[in-house]
């Protein structure tokens, strides 16, 4: 949780900070910091809510904003894939476990499965928040990424998606295919979660005593339960006719 909302709130105001210092117009800057703010607040809304289906609903709202993001940038395609693969399709799978594993009732965060992990959580976030940080400051000498500068734009003499297709299949080739083989495993997994077991007998469905009759149980009950009943009086009378 505390890395989550480091990434988040580091990231957002990052990002906000570089949009508004590199210039743009106004409504483009209006629209980068609402959407920014919806992200800010979706991704503490996941983190924070108690019902998993709120954190799911919370995420919705969040990458739809990423998505109005990247239609600021320029990236139609990103935007489209966005709320596409992530909003229409990882996020309902989300909730269809939660329905299926029966998992949408509100946990109690108090416990700590694991002892410890709150504190441990809080210093892996600040060595993240750190490490963006030093990224940020260091600029174009930095030696983590490799790249020229954190803060620069893509060049807009290249298609969005005729350099996405190029990264894609070039130098990004095996993580592709390892991404697509985790989807069919995870494919595979709902549908063996979903399926209903084969090798099962059906229950019968007990027959009305009318139907059936007197059972072997039945009688020797309804003998007990006369013996039960009967006056003591009764018997002594029978004995003295005798």
Known sequence: MTITVTTITVTTITVMTTTVTTGGTEMETAVFVVCALVVLAGGLG??????????????VATLFAIAVLFLNLGAQLLAV???IVYTGA???LILFVMMLLGIDQEEDLDEEPIVGQRIVAMLVGLVFLGAVLAVIIIGKESAVTGAESVTQAISPNVANVVQIGRELFTNYVFALEITAGLLTIAVVGAVVLARRPTDLQPIPEPESMTDQG??????????SFRASNANPNDDASGEGSH
């Open 214 to 223: 007197d059972e072997p149980l039945t009688e020797p009950l309804r003998s």
């Open 90 to 92: 990882i996020v309902v």
């Open 81 to 83: 894939v966005q709320v």
């Open 46 to 59: 996941v983190v924070v809510s108690r019902n998993p289906v709120h954190s799911a609903l919370s995420l």
